[in-house]
T-cell receptor
């Protein structure tokens, strides 16, 4: 079984600044994957970044990067140079190694980027 | 390349009725997963299909069912609708080829039960 916890219901940041969204997880599997998805007000869920648990190197996608602390079961998302288009609900999610389509989501963090 | 298409986008039903939602995956994707999104419960996994077979099922009552066709299109059905079934139903498709499998989501079907 997997659980994902996002402790920040809402966050705000000024345009061009950096913000970090927190996520902790728990899993009984040795092989698992972690994801951050973004859901803008239009509601189309979009993959932001993913991390394979067996990789020690933190994933990076342009302005988005993660801080993966496996021992602490922590998976935070850092957004650099925040843009107005980053305003959205952000979901942290996990899945087991062979549960290809079964994601366990956190409750989400609403991020608002202010001009 | 067309994305994941869900129909209808919005629908209103009354208690006791049944509803069928449709999902067309990205061309080439053979796996379809369904999720229910509500303000109270968040995003919850319903079921996953691959090659017309249900591979995983979430913790939902038997009123929720689904199927997948040979062209990978999927439908989910909710019978005897309850007020609590009001939600955004999201479909996601994937290649289902390796551990790095990534889901691509559709825009969702917004169901309101009156």
């Amino acid at each position: 079984a997997q659980t994902v916890t996002q402790s920040q219901p809402e966050m705000s940041v000024q345009e061009a600044e950096t913000v970090t969204l927190s996520c902790t997880y728990d899993t009984s599997e040795s092989n698992y994957y972690l994801f951050w998805y973004k859901q803008p007000p239009s509601r189309q869920m979009i993959l932001v970044i993913r991390q394979e648990a067996y990789k020690q190197q933190n994933a990076t996608e342009n302005r988005f990067s993660v801080n993966f602390q496996k021992a602490a079961k922590s998976f935070s998302l850092k957004i650099s140079d925040s843009q107005l288009g980053d305003t959205a609900m952000y979901f942290c999610a996990s899945r087991g190694g062979t549960s290809y389509g079964k994601l366990t989501f956190g409750q989400g963090t609403i991020l608002t980027v202010h001009p | 390349k067309a994305g994941v298409t869900q129909t209808p986008r919005y629908l209103i039903k009354t208690r006791g009725q049944q509803v069928t939602l449709s999902c067309s995956p990205i061309s080439g994707h053979r796996s379809v997963s369904w999720y229910q999104q509500t303000p109270g419960q968040g995003l919850q996994f319903l079921f996953e299909y691959f090659s017309e077979t249900q591979r995983n099922k979430g913790n939902f009552p038997g009123r929720f069912s689904g199927r997948q066709f040979s062209n990978s299109r999927s439908e989910m059905n909710v019978s005897t609708l309850e007020l609590g079934d009001s939600a955004l139903y999201l479909c996601a498709s994937s290649l289902y080829t390796s551990g790095a499998n990534v889901l691509t989501f559709g825009a969702g079907s917004r169901l309101t039960v009156l």
